[in-house]
């Protein structure tokens, strides 16, 4: 409002002019992508666009009533000043518009009216300045499935979709009984809050599902709305097993390439994590001194029965995380995976390691595995059995007795054998 008055003040101070045909205009000019006709419910901006060579003491724009089309006002009205063709400096006005047609058709976009009252020739006027009717043809779709018209899938044209999806806590760390809340934002960039689709159906065996309401709202930008729509639900683990929860697809038209694309739901899996496994770490209960004297008792009678006879060493075990990454890259048929795994179990453990190595079969294997992975296979040499192989790697093994193993060949001397004197 401000520039508009300041622009009014520097033409009040111009000295005043009669109107002659042409100095006051008004356009209105659909923003159509690519040129091509919308859909229905398809974003399209109106650009109004006034230029004045006169003196405006007072303006107001009045709006036909766009029937059969929803609208919303893209910010305040712009003043300005530019220059014609001619060189004379005039007034400039400038309004968008987002219409959203709401059905198949053909329409007619009725005039727009800019009243100015105005000062022509030191006399004090009010003119109506008129647009031009702009017929608006809307498109039926021709596009495989859906489409405006269509039940299913739910029909979203928008320049952009985005999804965001978050949880609390993780749904891999929730185990049977307990509850994690999932939260959905769907974000589409031209489009009005109540074009986006309701919320999707979560479902799915061994979990309860609580829905939660759905928030919906539009953010004015310069280059069109943008709607935004937050889904929610809390998701109850019925079973002790890992459920695999499904991604869920979202169908949209791209108006920018006049394609048709998808925006994902992300895939999630619940329970499974390293929280189905909290009761195996947390420290053990206190045991009464009942139970502790009798254990003690226990461990002297057992020591006493077993003096005399030499217990032999403990087996050696891959550890559990070693074990899961063997497992995991076997199952999912990588090779390069699984030797990484390996390589960090066995500078872990290198003790086991040197076992792994001893048994004939086992090192034949592996080194058919070193082959396939650094490249070094011969033609027609086999794939390795990987799940086979995690399953050897992972049993138990005695510790060989000191000794067992040959030591290492120790180098000559460089300058011979010693001569003896």
């Known amino acids: 409002m401000l520039a508009l008055l300041l622009t009014l003040l520097i033409c009040l101070s111009a000295p005043a002019r009669a109107i002659e045909p042409g100095d006051l205009t008004l356009t209105v000019t659909p923003d159509l992508s690519g040129g091509a006709p919308p859909y229905a419910r398809e974003m399209v901006l109106l650009r109004l666009r006034g230029v004045y060579r006169t003196q405006i003491l007072l303006e107001e724009v009045r709006q036909p009533a766009l029937v059969n089309f929803s609208w919303t006002q893209l910010g305040r009205d712009t003043w300005g000043r530019t220059r014609l063709p001619d060189g004379q400096m005039a007034l400039e006005f400038e309004r968008t518009i987002a219409i959203f047609p709401q059905h198949t058709g053909s329409f007619t976009i009725d005039p727009f009216v800019h009243r100015l009252t105005i000062n022509d020739g030191g006399e004090r006027k009010q003119i109506d ?4 009717p702009v017929p608006f043809p809307v498109a039926p779709w021709k596009g495989e499935g859906g489409g405006p018209d269509a039940a299913e899938p739910w029909w979203l044209p928008a320049r952009d979709v985005a999804i965001t999806d978050s949880w609390d806590p993780d749904p891999e760390t929730i185990n049977q009984g307990e509850t994690a809340r999932r939260i959905v934002t769907l974000e589409a960039q031209g489009m009005l809050a109540e074009g986006l689709p309701p919320r999707p159906v979560m479902r799915t065996r061994g979990i309860i599902t609580f829905a939660g309401p759905v928030k919906r709202e539009t953010i004015i930008t310069p280059t069109g709305p943008v709607a935004r729509a937050t889904y929610q639900w809390d998701i109850k683990k ?17 108006t920018l390439t006049r394609t048709m694309r998808e925006a994902e739901i992300p895939a999630r899996q619940i329970g499974g994590g390293f929280a189905e496994r909290e009761d195996d770490l947390k420290p053990a209960t206190p045991a009464s001194w009942g139970v502790l004297g009798a254990a003690a008792l226990a461990a002297f009678g057992l020591g006493l029965a077993l003096i005399g006879f030499r217990t032999g060493p403990g087996r050696l075990r891959l550890e559990r995380a070693g074990a899961r990454a063997l497992h995991g890259a076997a199952a999912a048929g990588d090779a390069a995976a699984f030797r990484a795994a390996l390589a960090r179990a066995e500078q872990a453990q290198p003790e086991l ?5 001893a048994e004939p079969d086992l090192a034949r294997d592996l080194a058919a595995l070193d082959r396939q992975v650094f490249g070094r296979a011969p033609a027609g040499d086999a794939r390795p059995d990987l799940p086979g192989l995690a399953r050897r790697l992972g049993q138990p093994r005695r510790p060989l007795l000191p000794g067992a193993l040959a030591p290492e060949p120790r180098l000559a001397p460089l300058d011979g054998p010693i001569a003896q004197a």
């Open 353 to 357: 390691a040197a076992l792994w190595r």
């Open 129 to 132: 300045v008129r647009s031009e």
């Open 238 to 254: 019925g079973v002790a097993e890992v459920i695999p929860l499904d991604a869920i697809k979202i169908p949209w038209f791209d």
